[in-house]
């Protein structure tokens, strides 16, 4: 075994043993997706998940990604790719299956969505949708060879292409959008990091019931906002009510408004 391939194991057995991770598919994916195709040349400039700073890796050696580490794709304004623990945690919570169609909110430069396009497999598809029309030039590109995956350059608050069985958003918003309710299949899960101004909040997975929705919180985040999210005092107060009333308990109901549930 040469010394990326062990880098790979050991990257993913550090995931799985911090994460309790039971998705086998999932693990697979993240052995088998380079993470080095979804980024520049190195050398990269990285960061640990409790530093603020950056420091460049010492060489363009791809061995030096397979850690649990931020990798910046714009550092002028904090932007890196995702901790791997942390979005390998969200998607084995989500519980994504063989087959199921997945859409993402905000899928950057692709790299987390080729894992999802190895979890759902030929069956499957990943619609994964990107603001950011360099990103999602990007991100078409180094998804090119993913035949299950389409990548879509739009504001991810509009049509999302049809019904889903697992939306996923990678970017923080104040509230649940109606329209990503609206979307859940019977049993489809939906994934939002709750935040406002400060960029902090929390995870919660709402899930669609026979009757209505369930909403639960997972765990604190700091993340990216979405484009042009959460700057007003009225949207400090929603993300608020989300995060205090689902850490008591789930949240039940049938249907949003004014970003707060009811019925």
């Not at 990257?11 to 979804?38: D, K, N, Q, T, W």
């Not at 890196?80 to 084995?92: K, R, V, Y």
């Not at 739009?154 to 109606?178: E, L, N, S």
């Not at 899960?189 to 902090?200: A, D």
């Amino acid at each position: 075994m040469n010394e990326l391939a062990a880098a790979r194991q050991h990257y993913v057995a550090r995931i799985a043993g911090r994460e309790h991770i039971a998705s086998a598919r999932l693990l697979a994916a993240l052995e088998a997706v380079p993470r080095e195709a979804f980024l520049r040349k190195g050398p990269w400039r990285i960061r640990s998940e409790f530093s603020r700073s950056y420091y460049k890796t010492e060489s363009a050696d791809p061995v030096h990604l397979y850690d649990n580490v931020l990798v910046a794709i714009d550092a002028r304004r904090r932007l890196d790719t995702g901790l791997p623990s942390l979005w390998a945690h969200f998607i084995d919570v989500l519980d994504v299956a063989e087959g199921e169609r997945v859409v993402q909110i905000g899928c950057g430069l692709g790299y987390y969505s080729a894992i999802l396009s190895e979890i759902v497999g030929p069956k499957g598809n990943v619609r994964a949708i990107e603001c950011d029309a360099a990103f999602a030039a990007r991100a078409g590109a180094n998804l090119r060879s993913y035949g299950n995956v389409e990548v879509v350059c739009d504001d991810g608050c509009r049509d999302i292409g049809g019904r889903a069985d697992v939306i996923i958003v990678h970017a923080g918003f104040t509230q649940p959008h109606p329209a990503w309710i609206n979307a859940l299949r019977p049993g489809g899960r939906l994934l939002l990091p709750l935040t406002g101004p400060s960029r902090e909040g929390t995870v919660i997975r709402i899930r669609r019931l026979d009757k209505g929705y369930q909403a639960e919180a997972i765990r604190r985040i700091a993340i990216f906002p979405g484009q042009g999210r959460g700057g007003s005092a009225l949207d400090q107060r929603v993300v608020e009510w989300w995060e205090r009333a689902a850490a008591i308990a789930p949240v039940r109901f049938r249907r949003i408004e004014h970003g707060l549930p009811c019925g």
